[in-house]
Nanobody, 130 residues
């Protein structure tokens, strides 16, 4: 069974941190670029950060640059998103998605939200509120 499962969401206060995890199963993880996306009520989906299949390249949206860090451990089939200095506007459902490394030419293109990823998780809620 091929799937992506996110975890690590929760309720935090502004300025605090969270680590999200995305665990893959059922496909050859090493060949896939992975992205984190988010969807907040009343707002468009946003590509937050993406990482290449090897982990050698990363991309961040301007809204999270300097606060979020994406990483991956291919031995554990896991991608992480470390989120620091969280703000209320970071509140959203965060989900991860995977595309084969040959599908898009750049990570920026990978990070454009769309319906047709190779694989996509169900999401985890992140709420930042005082």
């Amino acid at each position: 069974q091929t799937q992506l499962v996110e975890s690590g969401g929760g309720l935090v206060q502004p300025g605090e941190s969270l680590r999200l995890s995305c665990v893959a199963s059922g496909f050859n993880f090493d060949y896939y670029d992975i992205g984190w996306f988010r969807q907040a009520p009343g707002r468009e989906r946003e590509g937050v950060s993406c990482i290449s299949h090897s982990g050698g390249s990363t991309y961040y949206a301007d809204s999270v640059k300097g606060r979020f860090t994406i990483s991956r451990d291919n031995a554990k089939n896991t991608v992480y998103l470390d989120m620091n200095n969280l703000k209320p506007e970071d509140t959203a459902v965060y989900y991860c998605a995977a595309d084969h490394r040959l599908r898009t030419s750049t990570l920026q293109a990978m990070c454009v939200p769309r319906e047709a990823f190779d694989y996509r998780g169900q999401g985890t809620q992140v709420t930042v509120s005082s």
